[in-house]
């Protein structure tokens, strides 16, 4: 088995999903297992200055072993997944010399992984997959880029002959509901620059993401008995209805791609005299974003003025913004991901994140910190996979870039 392989496979057996509604940082205390872990293998290892803080993150470094001035770079991963299925009692399976055809996940429900669903799965033929067994999700993001960051600093440490400036790494809990990068410690980690390890396919490079807001929209309406409900009633799920029909139908998640942006009712609530419908709202752009979140506020006030004031509350919170205006200056970042992957015979698919990562909010607090591919497939579901030669060859890639700083 491959060290990465070996890695991953230890890492995905701990249940780390975080939780939204949850205020303290982990958000769930079980994420603290796995920092442990992460931190006792940095110290056997061999790595300097490994530290655990009490809010689960994870922190050490390589130290330079050549003369010449570099600067310090970072490799960053989170340790968290996504509440959006569970992560706990994963059962990885292995599909080794993958033949194109179906996967089985689950018999007994009748799961099935299929390149006619997914047909991005036809690039693996002959390859090994872990895929899931259909009832939780996989992990590979991020434990995938963990495995991957923790397998370079094994290679780095066997090997002193190879000369490299600093390598400063970090894990992170919490970063699926956007809190990652609340209590990082940027001058402590001490990079000139970083990357975070945590996108999807082999060659994904990234440095553009979403703006990035959420808004919550309490409806207050008024229940009588619909025997006598004519010019009293205020159904405030109908409210909530027809506060959607206001908002344009194609800027939705489920017609868009690239960079257009969206609106995106993510979970809705509540009863005749009370209702609760949450939103995130992202652009590329940061005009269009802002226009966004003036129209949503503009669709509540029409409602106010048609129902009553106060009706509609809307509350926008924003969460994070594009990184590309930060990283630009810091640019070499970029060229050096691209040109060590060409070097591996890698592709480079450079394309903006549709959502967010970690290095968003760094770079924003002055780690400028573009995205790298971690391998993985279809997170946050049931047909969540990674391929391992996939892992391998990212496994190469840190190496390479860890090198040539």
Known sequence: MSEVLDRFLRYVSYDT???EEEEAIPSTSSQLALA???RDELAQMGAAQVRMDEHGYVYAKILSNTSRSVPALGFIAHMDTSPALSGRDVKPQLVKNYDGGDICLNQEHGIVLSPADFPELLEYKGQTLVTTDGTTLLGADDKAGAAEIMSMAAWLLAHPEEE???ICIA???DEEVGRGADLFDVEGFGAAGAY??????????????????????TIQGSSIHPGSAKGRMKNAILIGMEFQSLLPTF???MYTEGYEGFYHLDHMEGNVEQAVLEY???DHDREKFEKKKVFFQQAADFLNQKYGENTVQPVIRDSYYNMREVIEP???????AKAAMEELGITPRIAPIRGGTDGARLSYMGLPCPNLCAGGHNAHGKYEYVSVESMERIVELLVRLALAS
Do not use: C, M
């Open 171 to 173: 894990f992170t809990p």
């Open 17 to 19: 999903q975080s939780k």
């Open 36 to 38: 442990k872990l992460l």
């Open 330 to 336: 810091h640019f070499y970042l970029v060229e050096r």
């Open 196 to 217: 975070t390890v945590d996108g999807g396919a082999l060659g994904e490079l990234e440095y553009e993401n979403f703006n990035a807001a959420s808004a919550r929209l």
């Open 251 to 253: 800027e939705n998640p």
């Open 280 to 282: 995130i709202i992202r």
């Open 164 to 166: 490299h400036g600093d």
